[in-house]
C-alpha cells in the first residue's frame, strides 16, 4: 500500500523529506540511509541527499514501505 504524503512547498528535498515523515530522526540519520541505497525515488536508488521531491514522485524505503508526494488538499 501507498502511503500518501502532502506537502506545503513546489519541492522537498530527499534529506528532508526522510525527516518529515519520521524514518530518520536527523540530518545524520537520513545521511546515512541515503549513502547505504536503501532509497528508490521512482523506482531507482537515490544517493543524492538533496534530490528534489516534486508531486507524484514514488519514494521506496527499504523495510518502511512506499510513499508519494500530494498536492495539499
Known amino acids: 500500500m501507498i502511503e ?16 518529515y515523515i519520521a524514518v530518520a530522526q536527523t540530518g545524520g540519520h537520513a545521511k546515512i ?3 547505504e541505497g536503501q532509497i528508490k525515488v521512482n523506482n531507482e536508488i537515490c544517493f543524492q541527499r538533496g534530490k528534489k521531491l516534486i508531486k507524484n514522485d514514488k519514494i521506496e524505503i527499504e523495510g518502511q514501505g512506499i510513499f508519494q508526494i500530494v498536492d495539499k488538499l
Do not use: E, P
Open 33 to 35: 540511509l541515503i549513502k
Open 4 to 19: 500518501r504524503v502532502t506537502i506545503d512547498t513546489d519541492y522537498i528535498r530527499l534529506d528532508q523529506f526522510l525527516k
